[in-house]
């Protein structure tokens, strides 16, 4: 049985850093670990000095940073063969001593002059490894709004301090420094789908990924399908809840035979984007999406379903408020 394909947000990150030629080569590495993930010679290996089970698999110049259980892979990072193994964890450290320096005796007796210390930059001067440029911003799909703070940036603190979303911060930092990726494990998973959808997103036509449920969110997914009337679904925030109402559509679609228009609030905010978002397949079907609109029309209308107007293949959508 193939393994199931899920992703933490540093993988996606990174992968939008590497150009597109180069993506579609992963993209088929991938399907690699859908059949089998387990170590096998140079191809597949595990890490070293990481307290979880962290694996790599060799895709050219680069390598996809993964790690396994039962029935799923987890991709946590894709970055360049010599990038990765800059961690201390995957190098071996080289001594401090200069044993060639004790090879003329007349040398090591002789005295030295003493130079004063060269002054060490300050923290606040640490220069970022990789220049921000626009043609780099762009391809991380960095808002444009946010070009302006970013570019001027050299060093890491001004990059802390920029008035920048945190995921922008976050998206950048996970491309221009070395993952911990005992921490990555720790990240939420997301259903990453077939590598179309990985693509997509790569190309900014797909603006996320479904949250991966856990165990107690699954069981409200088929909770009395068969009553009739609306659903309350309750919870606090960040608990999943439109993540939930999401699944449970799939699940009214194997059902009903007639196509349904659900209405699903969310919390999302996207403001002043109508994209039409593409969700991953394996999660409602092939074709379904979610259109993102400043708010609910009064009274509700049906969503367009003709594939003229919304180049979509089925006429089910879900309505998303921006609060």
């Known amino acids: 049985m193939p393994?199931?394909?899920?992703?933490?947000?540093t993988f996606t990150n990174q992968l939008l850093a590497i150009?597109?030629?180069?993506?579609?080569?992963?993209?088929?590495?991938?399907?690699v670990l859908r059949d089998d993930p387990k170590p096998h010679g140079s191809l597949k290996k595990k890490l070293h000095g990481y307290k979880g089970d962290i694996y790599r698999l060799r895709s050219g110049d680069f390598r996809i940073i993964y790690t396994y259980g039962d029935g799923?892979?987890?991709?946590?990072?894709?970055?360049?063969?010599?990038?990765?193994?800059?961690?201390d964890k995957l190098i071996a450290e080289?001594?401090?001593?200069?044993?060639?320096?004790?090879?003329?005796?007349?040398?090591?007796?002789a005295p030295e002059k003493v130079l004063p210390p060269e002054p060490k930059p300050s923290q606040a001067e640490a220069l970022l490894p990789?220049?921000?440029?626009?043609?780099?911003?762009?391809?991380?799909?960095i808002p444009k709004t946010c070009f302006p703070n970013l570019l001027a940036c050299r060093t890491f603190d001004d990059l802390l301090e920029a008035d920048v979303p945190g995921a922008v911060r976050d998206r950048l930092f996970d491309c221009i420094t070395a993952p911990n990726f005992d921490q990555v494990l720790n990240q939420p998973s997301?259903?990453?789908g077939s590598p179309d959808e990985l693509l997509r997103f790569k190309e900014?036509?797909?603006?996320?990924?479904?949250?991966?449920?856990?165990?107690?969110?699954?069981?409200?997914?088929?909770?009395?399908?068969?009553?009739?009337?609306?659903?309350?679904?309750?919870?606090?925030?960040?608990?999943?809840k439109s993540t939930v109402a999401l699944y449970r559509t799939r699940e009214i679609l194997k059902q009903l035979q007639a196509a349904p228009h659900p209405l699903t609030p969310s919390p999302t905010r996207e403001k002043g984007d109508k994209k039409l978002v593409w969700l991953p397949s394996p999660v409602l079907g092939e074709g379904l999406g979610v259109r993102?609109?400043?708010g609910f029309s009064s009274p509700l209308t049906p969503m367009p379903s003709s594939p003229s107007q919304s180049n979509c293949c089925n006429n089910f959508w879900v309505r998303m408020p921006v609060l």
Do not use: S
């Open 204 to 240: 900014g036509d797909l603006l996320g990924f479904l949250l991966k449920l856990n165990p107690e969110q699954e069981r409200f997914v088929t909770w009395a399908m068969n009553a009739t009337g609306p659903t309350l679904l309750k919870g606090g925030p960040g608990t999943g």
């Open 190 to 192: 997301f259903v990453t």
């Open 292 to 294: 993102v609109i400043p």
């Open 72 to 87: 799923w892979v987890a991709l946590l990072g894709v970055d360049a063969r010599k990038d990765i193994y800059k961690g």
């Open 130 to 141: 990789v220049e921000l440029t626009e043609e780099l911003l762009d391809r991380l799909l």
């Open 19 to 31: 150009p597109k030629e180069r993506v579609i080569q992963i993209l088929e590495k991938i399907e």
């Open 3 to 9: 393994f199931e394909i899920i992703h933490k947000p």
């Open 94 to 109: 080289e001594t401090e001593v200069d044993v060639a320096a004790f090879a003329n005796l007349e040398n090591l007796l």
